[in-house]
């Protein structure tokens, strides 16, 4: 178990530009999670993937970010025209099916974006 | 909507001392789930302790404790015998029935002091 990883760690871009970021499971883990945060605030769930499978997404999720998991392993999560408002730590997680909503969310170290 | 209040930013306690971290929470669900999680300086977060709504008895987790008041929609965690390693930000989570996401509070910043 190597638990979730996320790459890049950190990511300076201008705004305007096009951002990608990385997250890899814990392995035989078929939910996967994306979660934001900013500073001083808890994280803020933005999208969720059972399998390859998107089922749920907030209305965080706007139309310039995207989320693909497309062989129900590793996904990516990108973002279209940042804008400083995008600078933020952007959380993976991800957890086994199992029964009920006990199922134990595991967080990957965070990807930090900022946007000048 | 489904909302998690922590209404203390930051506290301190002695190492060896008790401390408790509050939360109250807000949901129309019957059915739901309730999670402390630490999340260390530079470090990834780590889930602490959970509750399921349904259950009357308190979770317990060697040193960390709930106090599950489920009529106040109270959340507290304990944590007794505390360790310079429990120094982190704690978050308070809610997780309704038939949704994946978790709905975090704002945290509490703990510190442990020598």
């Known amino acids: 178990d190597t638990g979730v990883s996320q790459d890049p760690r950190h990511k300076i871009t201008k705004r305007g530009q096009n951002v990608t970021f990385r997250c890899d499971p814990i392995?035989?883990?078929?939910?996967l999670y994306w979660y934001r945060q900013t500073l001083g605030q808890g994280p803020e769930f933005l999208t969720y993937f059972q399998n390859e499978a998107q089922l749920e997404k907030s209305r965080l999720l706007s139309d310039r970010f995207s989320a693909e998991r497309p062989k129900g392993s590793f996904s990516t999560l990108e973002i279209q025209r940042t804008e400083q408002g995008d600078s933020a730590m952007y959380l993976c997680a991800s957890s086994p099916t199992g029964r009920g909503g006990t199922d134990t969310q595991y967080f990957g170290p965070g990807t930090r974006l900022t946007v000048l | 909507a489904q909302t998690v209040t922590q209404s203390q930013p930051e506290m301190s306690v002695q190492e060896a001392e008790t401390v408790t971290l509050s939360c109250t929470y807000d949901t129309s669900e019957n059915n739901y789930y309730l999670f402390w999680y630490k999340q260390p300086p530079s470090r990834q977060m780590i889930l602490v302790i959970r509750q399921e709504a349904y259950k009357q008895q308190n979770a317990t987790e060697n040193r960390f404790s709930v106090n599950f008041q489920k009529a106040a929609k109270s959340f507290s965690l304990k944590i007794s015998d505390s360790q310079l390693g429990d120094t982190a930000m704690y978050f308070c989570?809610?997780?309704?029935?038939?949704?994946?996401?978790?709905?975090f509070g704002k945290g509490t910043k703990l510190t442990v002091n020598p």
């Open positions: 392995s035989e883990h078929n939910r």
């Open positions: 989570a809610l997780r309704p029935g038939g949704s994946e996401k978790l709905v």
